[in-house]
Each structure stands twice: as structure tokens, then as C-alpha cells.
């Protein structure tokens, strides 16, 4: 359940400023619910600019007037990556002495309110004495198994409320509903805040865990469509990979057989040329075979003449027939080019498109994937939030955690419905 996520097993990326690339310091929500450190946020916005786009999912939003200031602290995160540093500091130096007192004494506890290490004796003191009794609750035991078995709600119950914002060294005791839920003390009711809205922080608390039950109700409806769309997208390379080697293959077999037939007549055209050379050879013979019948046996002058005619007419038969043969085979070579030609282009063409049909998907992809990013994003965070019921940290961020739902839901419903049919388009060549 919800109630007892061990630290250890939230994801070192949740953690992670989008923008250095570092464990958040300061964690701002935007109203996505992506978070970043506020110093990286106010080096990421240009002076005199309106709107700030998220580098995550590259959502615009309307920077509130007093700027980057003006985004929710995320109590919650800031919360679990103080004691995650906490405990690595353990790790570190596991002999450290209490800095409660003076005694140097290996320290067994710490107190979130002192922010001290605390020795047994003085670890004892808390627990027994009146002076600090208020303490106790925001002592933590430095033994293995209690770092170990750490949960949010246990994270949550050691941490006290925010200092109030207007008077220093004062806790905050209310929550002015007419100021964005900011926590108070009692002299700020008859101060600044005097004539708002001041509402009890557990009431508030209540209600807007309530509200956040109900959200993400609702939004766990599209979790399947969520990641269908994922595998729309992934189906989607699939088959345009597929079309494109189909229309490959098809051009390779158009190609293959064209050539085929070129070659073949151009391979008839040479055994036609030969035919006729022959025939042309055996009838010159049979014509001065006879002649010399004829001429009987007249002097070899007369019939010299005859054999060089013969010889004359035979040569120019045989040039033209190889003329002839010549231009067909340089018609049927030229045609085999533009054969080659055509078909290239046809590939060309199919690559482009290919190419700007590829880059059409990775664009919707990468939507996808922002889409997916955001739904993990709110579904974590929502879960931290529900475990931990950390009140103070609750009423800053679920309204912003429930906002950000909205526009998810919103998002999921109609990307998902006009994915497929674009995808399918994409999906052509």
C-alpha cells in the first residue's frame, strides 16, 4: 500500500532536477507538476519574458508576478531529499558523536527539531524531560533496521510545521485559504491576513486528500490508454518499416525482371546477328559456286570479277546487319538505363518520404513519451503525497498536483483519440 513506500525504493530520477541534472535543492512545482531546483529555474527564464516552458514535457506556463518565487515550494520531495542526504551522511561517518552536548558520546538518535545528534543520555533527556518533551516526535533512531525500514509517513511525522513567512522564529498554526493555502501563525490574523480566510491545517488537509482520491480515481481510468498509446507508436515504426521494405522488394522485383527481359532481347539480337551472318556467308558461296558452274572453263580473269562483286555485296549486307544490330542493342541499353534510372528515383522518393514520415512518428512519439512522463510523474508524486499525509506539505501541493491531473486527463483523451487514426496515416508511403 501507498502508506509504507520505503524511501529506498523511490526512484533516483524523481529526485532529479530536469534542468542540472542534480538532486533538487529548493523543488519548485511548475503547474505540470514537473519539478526543478528554484535557482535553475530563475537562471532558465529570460528577464522580461511571461511564460516559462517546462524542458520536461515543454508545456508553457504563465510565470506568476513575483516570478519563479511564485511556484509552489515542494515541501514533500525537499522533505524526503533532506533526510536521503541525511542518511548518507550516516553512512559516511557511522561513529559520529552527539552535538547536543558535550560529551562526545557516539550518537544513537537525531532530533529534526534540534537538529542535533543526539548521545544516549541526551536522546534520554528528550524522551523524559518537560523542558523538550515537544521534541520527541521528530526524534529519529540512527540503528540499522529504523534507516532501513524508513517510510514516507514516518518521514513526514518527524518533520514540524513551516516557520510562518511573515514572523520569524514562529511556527505556522493556520492556512489562509484566501492567500493560496499559505501557512500562518495566530498574529497574522490580526496583522496582514487580517479579514481572510484562515482554515485549521488538518480540516484542509483532510479535504484536499479527499479531492486528490477522487482525481486520481478518475485518472487511473486512462492508464491503459496511457500506455497503449506507447505501443501505438511502436507498432507504428513497425509497419511503416514494413511498407517501406514491401515497396523496396516490389521496385527490386520491377527492376530484376525489366533487366532480364532487356538482357534477353539484347542476348536474341546477338544470336540474330550471327544467324544472318551465316546466312548471308552460305548464300554468298552458293552465288559463286554457280557463277564459277556458268563460266566453266573460262579464264580465272572473268571470274575473278564475279567473286570480288560477290565479296562486295556480302561485306555491305553484313555492315548493315551489324548496323542494325548495333542500334538495337544501344535502344535496348538505353532503355535498361532508364529503367535503372526510373527505379532509383523510386527509391529516392520512397526513402524521402520514408525519412519525413519517420520524423512525423518521432515527433508524435515524443509527445507520447512526455504524455507518459507526466502520468508517471502525478501518479509518484500523488502516491508520496497520500503515504506521507504530511498536512502542511499536503494543503501546498495537491491543489497544484490536482490542476496538473486536470490537464492530463484532459490531454490523455484527446490524444488518444486522433492517435490511431494519425498514426496511420504516418504509417504510409
Not at 534542468?19 to 535557482?39: D, V
Not at 510562518?164 to 497574522?188: F, R, V, W, Y
Not at 509497419?239 to 521496385?251: H, S, T
Not at 539480337?269 to 564459277?292: D, F, P, V
Request: with cysteine; aromatic share 6%.
Amino acid at each position: 500500500m501507498a502508506s509504507v513506500i520505503p524511501l529506498k525504493d523511490i526512484e533516483e530520477q524523481f529526485l532529479q532536477c530536469g534542468i542540472c541534472m542534480e538532486k533538487l535543492k529548493e523543488p519548485k512545482f511548475l503547474p505540470c507538476i514537473h519539478r526543478f531546483c528554484q535557482e535553475c529555474l530563475e537562471g532558465f527564464t529570460e528577464e522580461g519574458v511571461k511564460e516559462i516552458q517546462c524542458v520536461t514535457c515543454k508545456k508553457e506556463h504563465i510565470l506568476p508576478e513575483n516570478g519563479i518565487d511564485g511556484f509552489k515550494n515542494d515541501y514533500n520531495t525537499k522533505n524526503i531529499i533532506q533526510f536521503i542526504q541525511f542518511q548518507e551522511a550516516v553512512k559516511v561517518d557511522p561513529l559520529r558523536t552527539c552535538t547536543h552536548c558535550k560529551t562526545k558520546l557516539k550518537a544513537s538518535a537525531f532530533c529534526f527539531r534540534c537538529d542535533d545528534f543526539l548521545c544516549e543520555m541526551c536522546h534520554e533527556f528528550h524522551a523524559t524531560s518537560g523542558i523538550v518533551k515537544d521534541h520527541y516526535p521528530h526524534i529519529f533512531s540512527l540503528s540499522g533496521a529504523e534507516t532501513a525500514n524508513l517510510t514516507i509517513k514516518k518521514l513526514s511525522l518527524l518533520k514540524e510545521a513551516p516557520n510562518c513567512q511573515a514572523h520569524s522564529g514562529k511556527l505556522s498554526e493556520l492556512c489562509c485559504t484566501s492567500c493560496d493555502n499559505l501557512p500562518i501563525c495566530m498574529l497574522c490574523i490580526y496583522g496582514k491576513h487580517k479579514g481572510h480566510d484562515p482554515t485549521d491545517i488538518s480540516s484542509l488537509a483532510e479535504i484536499q486528500r479527499e479531492m486528490l482520491r477522487d482525481k486520481v480515481t478518475d485518472l487511473m481510468q486512462y492508464k491503459e490508454a496511457v500506455y497503449q498509446m506507447q505501443e501505438q507508436v511502436t507498432d507504428t515504426k513497425e509497419d511503416l518499416e514494413r511498407n517501406v521494405n514491401w515497396e523496396e522488394q516490389r521496385f527490386q522485383k520491377t527492376l530484376d525482371s525489366e533487366k532480364e527481359r532487356i538482357v534477353k532481347e539484347i542476348r536474341n539480337t546477338e544470336e540474330e546477328l550471327k544467324r544472318k551472318h551465316a546466312e548471308l556467308e552460305e548464300e554468298m558461296k552458293t552465288k559463286t559456286s554457280a557463277e564459277k558452274k556458268d563460266l566453266g572453263k573460262e579464264s580465272k580473269e572473268e571470274y575473278e570479277p564475279v567473286c570480288e562483286e560477290a565479296k562486295r555485296e556480302f561485306d555491305a549486307s553484313l555492315t548493315k546487319l551489324r548496323e542494325e544490330s548495333k542500334n538495337e542493342t544501344e535502344q535496348l541499353q538505353e532503355e535498361l538505363r532508364g529503367v535503372i534510372d526510373r527505379i532509383s528515383k523510386q527509391l529516392a522518393s520512397l526513402k524521402t518520404r520514408k525519412d519525413k514520415q519517420a520524423k512525423k512518428i518521432d515527433g508524435t512519439s515524443d509527445y507520447v513519451d512526455r504524455i507518459v512522463n507526466r502520468f508517471e510523474t502525478v501518479t509518484t508524486t500523488s502516491d508520496c503525497i497520500r503515504a506521507a499525509q504530511n498536512d502542511w506539505a499536503d494543503v501546498q501541493c495537491i491543489p497544484v498536483l490536482c490542476r496538473a491531473i486536470d490537464l492530463l486527463s484532459k490531454d490523455v483523451k484527446v490524444g488518444s483519440k486522433g492517435l490511431g487514426y494519425l498514426l496511420f496515416e504516418y504509417s504510409t508511403v
